[in-house]
């Protein structure tokens, strides 16, 4: 069975934050970053059990992984994971994720 990565539409506006924000000031840093976080939404696609459990933010079936200093929040779903927010550690995550 292909594990899938679904975007969702917040967490889709955060790759393109990201993106944008770092591409201003470094295009080549903004795309191997992009490309990380994907790859590594790849592996939890085929390892979902690889993040944290989001269970302390009130969250319970969402896991969280941190590539460099973006936290991956993302769910298991029934092939791969949706990924619900891509979130950088120096915003507040506990109110960022649940919005």
């Not at 298991?76 to 995550?93: C, F, K, L, P, T």
């Given at each position: 069975?292909?594990?899938?990565?679904?975007?969702?539409?917040?967490?889709?506006?955060?790759?393109?934050?990201?993106?944008?924000?770092?591409?201003?000031?470094?295009?080549?840093?903004?795309?191997?970053?992009?490309?990380?976080?994907?790859?590594?939404?790849?592996?939890?696609?085929?390892?979902?059990?690889?993040?944290?459990?989001?269970?302390?933010?009130?969250?319970?079936?969402?896991?969280?992984?941190?590539?460099?200093?973006?936290?991956?929040?993302?769910a298991?779903?029934?092939?791969?994971?949706?990924?619900?927010?891509?979130?950088?550690?120096?915003?507040?995550?506990q109110?960022?994720?649940?919005?």
């Open positions: 069975m292909a594990e899938r990565v679904v975007l969702a539409p917040k967490a889709r506006a955060d790759l393109f934050a990201i993106d944008a924000y770092l591409a201003e000031r470094n295009p080549l840093a903004a795309e191997r970053l992009i490309e990380r976080l994907l790859h590594a939404m790849q592996t939890l696609a085929r390892m979902p059990a690889m993040g944290r459990s989001c269970a302390d933010l009130g969250l319970p079936s969402v896991r969280r992984f941190v590539v460099e200093q973006h936290h991956i929040f993302y298991q779903a029934a092939s791969g994971i949706r990924v619900v927010r891509v979130i950088h550690g120096r915003r507040d995550v109110a960022e994720v649940r919005q």
